[in-house]
Nanobody, 121 residues
Framework: QVQLVESGGGLVQPGGSLTLSCAASGSILSINAMGWYRQAPGKQRELVTTITAGGNTNYADAVKGRFTISRDNAKRTVYLQMNSLKPEDTAVYYC???????????????WGQGTQVTVSS
């Protein structure tokens, strides 16, 4: 029904920057919230940031001031600009979309396949 394709992960040195993208496609009627989570080795998945349909944003304390989420509604795409990256930002990053989908009642959450971000010198 809904496919999320992520891109932009990779290896970056501490202090560097990366931009992640996540494009949604499929039987989408309307997208509500979009966001990013991450999971480091041996740790639980944690919220990084979210953005509502109206553009309101929420950030985890660990990334405030360094990461910026944005969305392009026409392209059904969410972005994560990551600056001043630290080794502790190393994780698999997952995008998530909450949407109204054809033949489905109510809002449903969908997840991307994940993209690896490694911060290391």
């Amino acid at each position: 029904q809904v496919q999320l394709v992520e891109s932009g992960g990779g290896l970056v040195q501490p202090g560097g920057s990366l931009t992640l993208s996540c494009a949604a496609s499929g039987s989408i009627l309307s997208i509500n919230a979009m966001g990013w989570y991450r999971q480091a080795p041996g740790k639980q998945r944690e919220l990084v940031t979210t953005i509502t349909a109206g553009g309101n944003t929420n950030y985890a304390d660990a990334v405030k001031g360094r990461f910026t989420i944005s969305r392009d509604n026409a392209k059904r795409t969410v972005y994560l600009q990551m600056n001043s990256l630290k080794p502790e930002d190393t994780a698999v990053y997952y995008c998530t979309v909450r949407a109204w989908v054809e033949s489905t009642i109510g809002l449903t959450d969908y997840w991307g396949q994940g993209t690896q971000v490694t911060v290391s010198s």
